[in-house]
Nanobody, 118 residues
């Protein structure tokens, strides 16, 4: 049974930082593509960042390049998203996504709210 549990969301002022975590269980973490998505009210879910756990290759949406960093701790089966220089437009529910390469199936966490406001 796959479980992805996000944590670390909250309210932060513009320019502030947050670190999101996603604890994964039931997936072959070491050979997966792990990603963060976000969905703002009234908007479609969008890809924020993605990382291949086997080789560490990472990609980012243009809107977050240079501000966000995706990382993994393969020993802890945990995905992270370090978010710096946060802007009000970063406000959204952030979702963890796992795509195990052995299954080719998408798994989702329940989401964590990030609100950037003064």
């Amino acid at each position: 049974q796959v479980q992805l549990v996000e944590s670390g969301g909250g309210l932060v002022q513009p320019g502030g930082s947050l670190r999101l975590s996603c604890a994964a269980s039931g997936v072959t973490f070491g050979s997966s593509v792990m990603s963060w998505y976000r969905q703002a009210p009234g908007k479609e879910r969008e890809l924020v960042a993605t990382r291949t756990t086997s080789d560490g290759n990472a990609n980012y949406a243009d809107s977050v390049k240079g501000r966000f960093t995706i990382s993994t701790d393969n020993a802890k089966n945990t995905l992270y998203l370090q978010m710096n220089s946060l802007k009000p437009e970063d406000t959204a529910v952030y979702y963890c996504n796992a795509f195990p390469l052995s299954e080719l199936v998408n798994y989702w966490g329940q989401g964590t709210q990030v609100t950037v406001s003064s």
